[in-house]
């Protein structure tokens, strides 16, 4: 059985208001950032419509995004945090070994050998390549970063619900640091 969220992919957030007019700045997750306001309304993760994007500019840091929906200053600005989402099903059809960042989050991460690394919580782009933040390992606190590439990221299954990582010999547990091995 499908759920509204099943078919929805995150692509954008509020940021914040911008001016007085009730536009929103607004942080685009789609590969081609201009692209996230082509696709139709952005949903709640009930697959209602939250709002209609009838323009946007791209700004430091994002966009800035007129709505159809009559906002002011005050509704745009509590509007900050919201994640925005599309229909799956909007979206242009992906290749063969593609996949949305949205679809890997929550995935079981695990080293080569099967031992368990964590879970997949996020996945960032701070400008230089895309990093997975894993959290969750049993013997490390808080969360940390491996580069998304090839060379640590050898293999991926969404449907396995599985990433398997080859991380970097430094990427020790934390008893190995804590007894100075």
């Not at 789609?30 to 692209?35: K, R, Y």
């Not at 079981?108 to 894993?134: R, Y």
């Not at 606190?141 to 619900?161: C, K, Q, Y």
Request: net charge negative; glycine share 10%.
């Amino acid at each position: 059985m499908t759920t509204p969220a099943d078919d929805l992919v995150f692509i954008a957030a509020i940021a914040g208001a911008h001016g007085v007019r009730g536009e929103c700045k607004v942080k685009s997750f789609a590969g081609n950032p201009a692209d996230a306001f082509i696709y139709g309304a952005f949903l709640d993760t009930d697959g209602k419509t939250l709002l209609t994007p009838k323009a946007a500019r791209p700004v430091k840091d994002g966009f800035v995004v007129r709505f159809a929906e009559p906002l002011d200053r005050d509704r745009a600005q509590a509007l900050k945090g919201t994640k925005l989402h599309v229909l799956r099903s909007a979206l242009p059809e992906l290749e063969e070994d593609e996949f949305y960042h949205s679809d890997l989050l929550g995935l079981k991460v695990q080293a080569l050998d099967g031992a368990p690394m964590g879970t997949l919580k996020a996945v960032h782009d701070f400008g230089s390549g895309d990093l997975l933040e894993i959290t969750g390992t049993p013997d490390r606190n808080g969360s940390w970063m491996l580069p998304f590439t090839r060379e640590f990221v050898p293999h991926l299954s969404i449907a396995d619900g599985v990433v398997t990582i080859d991380p970097p010999e430094d990427v020790g547990s934390k008893a190995e640091e804590e007894a100075g091995e």
